[in-house]
Nanobody
């Protein structure tokens, strides 16, 4: 059964950095794309960054220039490097994968808290 497991969340001060990881139980090259979403308390889940099968990527405006999504197809992992973190980045971050049939898979999330 396909599964995604996130790790790397935690408490960080404003201006700090964190690197999130997402481990897939299957080859990630089989997915059309993979991405990171986040959901802050009281808000809807929103797309943060996406990386496509052949390596192109896109970012939500609030994180452009601060976050970088990457992947390791040998290790079946994707990452989200988050720099210059702000309190408004506080959220549960979820890993997502889009299957070719249009369905998708979600991880259970990892909490990122940005606070002094």
């Amino acid at each position: 059964q396909e599964a995604l497991v996130e790790s790397g969340g935690g408490l960080v001060q404003p201006g700090g950095s964190l690197r999130l990881s997402c481990a897939a139980s299957t080859t990630i090259f089989s997915f059309n794309s993979m991405g990171w979403y986040r959901q802050a308390p009281g808000k809807e889940r929103e797309l943060v960054a996406t990386i496509f099968r052949y390596g192109s990527s896109k970012y939500a405006d609030p994180v452009k220039g601060r976050f970088t999504i990457s992947k390791d197809v040998v290790a079946n992992m994707i990452y989200l490097q988050m720099n210059n973190l702000k309190p408004e980045d506080t959220a549960v971050y979820y890993c997502n994968a889009d299957r070719p049939d249009g369905s998708d898979i979600w991880g259970k999330g990892t909490l990122v808290t940005v606070s002094s």
